[in-house]
């Protein structure tokens, strides 16, 4: 099956084709059989975590204050104007680090160990959609333009570590050779393709349990509050770090927010309240001028993850 | 690991160091900003101390990196047509 850059693709040896049957638009979380009782959220669609406010941006009146525009990545530094420095972290920093990892949704999002085909390693961070597959970027489990002989291709392995904290290991860890992609990541390196997977050899998501993924209608994004949490470098080795805040802006291929991140977060959940359940709507990627961004969960993107999930 | 999809990637290397100028092993390294959008990745020191990031546009990156002890340094590399020079970051 093809389907233009969104075709999938593997490090495997036999391609897996996409099942004939149509999809439903929404993927439902699962809390797993591990138990306990999940992490409260707020009545605006933000985790409930000690010590995180939201931004003070957001309580100014929504007629006083203009969103900014998207960075439309096919504008480039014209978008940008003179090259100015970017920061991930934006303003003060708001993230709040989590320490109840081991519980729901926390224990979902996976740190993750990347040894790359050079056997160079690297940081990242991976979310459970399903008892054996995590969703991630694109450019953890395949290495595009390193600059650096025997290192570009799909990564050799990925040690995973659900709910880590610092060198806590609540679930243990388990290592992954078996990856997904899209073509229009592994063979053109473009950021608007820039998301992936991580098939373990175990059904540990049943255990910690999964987000929902979901396609979702520009309207309704940008009056979305979305949450992140990963295990960004900056940080205390392996440890949790949450930040949340409402959608800056849309593209029909990207989501920006102004959500604070760092180094080892690609690959995070963007995800949003619905219906009581957590729901990715992006794969976090990368940081911006003013706003981070992630690959935005389209049909074709929640497609492919539906198969990657099977 | 570069949103740039064309050939001009450019490098950005460095070593981490102790006071003694021995090499850094398992420090955490990631591009804390820059000119362009970058990949919220962060790379792990091997025996070496060294790392290195691709780049796809000129401008000036600030380097951070963050050791298992918790200490920390940053470092700003100017990037242009020929490259940069090689970061050295010494955690205090």
Known sequence: MTNGPHTAVSNQPVEITAPAAEQAVFEGPSEGAQGGSPAAF?????????????????????????????????????????????????????????????????RVNASLLITAADNSQWIGTGWFIGPHTLVTAGHVVHIKHSGVPGRDGWVKSIQVMPGRNGTFLPFGAVTS???????????????????????????????????????????????????????PGDQPPGTQWYDGR????????????????????????????????????????????????GTRITKAVFDNLVLWKA | MTASGGPA???????????????????????????????D?????????????PVGADGVYTVACRTADGRGARAAVAVGPAGAPPVELRPG
């Open chain 1, 42 to 106: 707020t009545s605006d669609g933000l985790e409930q975590v000690a010590g995180h406010t939201r931004a003070l941006s957001e309580s100014v009146p929504a007629e006083a204050w203009t969103a900014p525009s998207a960075p439309l990545p096919d504008i480039g530094e014209a978008s940008f104007g003179p090259p100015d420095m970017l920061e991930t972290v934006h303003g003060p920093d708001d993230r709040v680090q989590i320490t109840d990892t081991a519980a729901y949704p926390w």
């Open chain 2, 41 to 53: 990745i962060a790379a792990l020191t091997g025996p070496d101390g060294r790392f290195s990031f």
């Open chain 1, 246 to 293: 409402g959608v800056s802006s849309v593209n029909p291929l990207k989501v920006f927010y102004d959500i604070d991140t760092a180094g080892g977060q690609s690959g995070s959940a963007v995800y949003r309240i619905h219906n009581g359940g957590r729901y990715g709507i992006a794969v976090h990627a990368y940081g911006g001028l003013t706003t981070n961004s």
């Open chain 1, 177 to 231: 050779t078996n990856f997904r992609s899209v073509t229009g990541w592994t063979a053109d390196g473009d950021e608007n393709f820039d998301y992936g997977a991580i098939v373990i050899p175990t059904e540990l998501g049943a255990v910690t349990g999964w987000f929902g993924f979901g396609s979702w209608p520009d309207a309704d994004l940008l009056k979305t509050s979305v949450n992140i949490s990963g295990y």
């Open chain 2, 9 to 39: 990637v450019r490098l950005v290397t460095g070593t981490v160091l102790d006071a003694d100028g021995a090499p850094v092993a398992g420090a955490s390294v990631h591009l804390a900003d820059g000119p362009v959008p970058l990949p």
